[in-house]
């Protein structure tokens, strides 16, 4: 039980009724034998068992990271800590399918994802959840078709999702009805798109063989606004900060003279910046739909996948990129990030298992309960504690979804 007050409000509380956990503003009081998770301020998340032989609470700093990391570093006699673990669950109710995408609310509750086969078509619908993935509902009204990439505003309200054969639809109801949306001078074989918190700016891409340019909107996908100066390239993900003026893509190209690109825009794609780093190489051309990129609320941290190891991190927009390694020879082809950017999940597309990471990617954790899969996509709440998993590309497979306890 977690009650927020102030100190002394905290300590009354705990002397009247014995919670097991009790909130103040600088910390908690953890009392006995009554395992708790608490998530510090860096990020990081701990199961704290009180097993003191002098049957008395224990306090518990995390009012700077400094006290929080030293705690953790350092616990006092009869206090043990363990990594705060996922419990995951197979929404088999969403059905096995081709999935290519999934997205959530900022709370987790509303979940979104999209398929583009199942055991008897090549096309499929778009499935939405409004119960952290209990149960799911057909969305037909947009049509059966192969879906390769979803978006979701932070409510769940407004959504956005992207056919292969140049569909654009987009839903201000969680999904009950859809709109169709034409880009000027546009053609197919759209790949990816992403959205703002609020759902109203969008930007979209994606490229036959050759490539094409990249697109923004800023009134839901009513109107579209093309942007070359990121150039004409096969793009193959792109994400957003929370009010749509960071963004991030990453692509490649088919025809001479090839190439790995990440491009950044710091006025809603206006114009844009190549930041790839020296040596990028990815693998994105025979992976599914991602996405292979990853941007916090801010738009500071981002990090990218290249469908081969390493992992990518930048803390600066992208301006500067950090080297990171998963597990051995691991190689992620999805990832998604909370809003601060302190928690990371990614999944490899070549039958592998989940990775979470409390620090932004410097350590990782295997999330074995769900299985070794092909994982098309992963989504993440924003506090990082509900997690989206969808498996089955090119194949049939499952949606899972994670708790943190």
């Known amino acids: 039980m977690i009650r927020k007050s102030s100190v002394f409000f905290a300590l009354i509380l705990f002397f009247s009724f014995g919670a097991a956990l009790l909130y103040a503003s600088d910390g908690y009081t953890a009392s006995l034998n009554t395992p708790v998770s608490i998530t510090g301020p860096d990020g ?3 199961k704290v ?11 518990i700093p995390t009012a700077s990271a400094a006290e929080w990391q030293s ?3 350092h616990p006092p006699v009869g206090v043990t800590l363990a990594g705060c673990a996922f419990t995951w669950t197979d929404r088999t109710a969403a059905g096995s399918r081709g999935w290519s995408s999934i997205a959530s609310s900022a709370d987790g509750t509303k979940l979104v994802a999209v398929a583009l086969s199942n055991a008897v078509s090549n096309t499929d619908y778009i499935y939405t959840s409004s119960n952290s993935g209990a149960t799911w509902i057909a969305r037909t009204a947009a049509g059966s078709r192969y879906w390769d990439s979803v978006a979701s505003s932070a409510d769940g309200t407004k959504l956005a999702a992207v056919a292969a054969d140049g569909f654009i639809y987009t839903s201000s109801d969680s999904g009950a009805t859809w709109t169709s949306r034409v880009l000027p001078g546009a053609y197919d074989s759209w790949g990816t798109i992403t959205s703002s918190s609020d759902g109203n700016k969008l930007v979209v891409s994606g490229g036959n063989y050759y490539g094409r340019y990249i697109y923004t909107s800023t009134n839901a996908g009513a109107s579209w606004t093309q942007r070359a100066s990121a ?3 096969q793009w193959t993900s792109i994400a957003s900060s929370a009010d749509g003026t960071k963004l991030v893509a ?5 025809v001479a003279p090839y190439g790995n690109y990440l491009y950044t825009s710091s006025n809603s794609g206006a114009t844009w910046t190549n930041r790839t780093p020296v040596g990028f190489t990815a693998g994105w051309s025979s992976l599914p739909s991602g996405p292979f990129l990853a941007s916090s609320a801010d738009g500071t941290k981002l990090a990218v996948t290249s469908g081969s190891a390493p992992l990518y991190t930048s803390t600066d927009s992208g301006a500067t990129w950090t080297a990171r390694t998963v597990s051995g020879t691991v190689s992620l082809s999805s990832i998604a990030i909370s809003a601060d950017g302190t928690k990371l999940v990614g999944a490899p597309f070549n039958a592998g298992y989940i990775y979470t990471s409390n620090d932004f990617g410097a350590t990782w954790t295997q999330q074995t309960a769900a299985g070794s899969r092909s994982w098309s996509s992963v989504t993440s709440s924003a506090d990082g504690t509900k997690l989206g998993a969808a498996a089955g590309t090119p194949n049939v497979g499952d949606i899972w979804t994670g708790v943190q306890q």
């Open 44 to 46: 990081v998340c701990k």
């Open 250 to 254: 990453q692509g490649y190209d088919n």
């Open 71 to 73: 705690f953790v570093a």
């Open 49 to 59: 068992t009180n097993a003191s032989a002098t049957g008395l609470s224990e306090y």
């Open 231 to 233: 150039g004409f390239h």
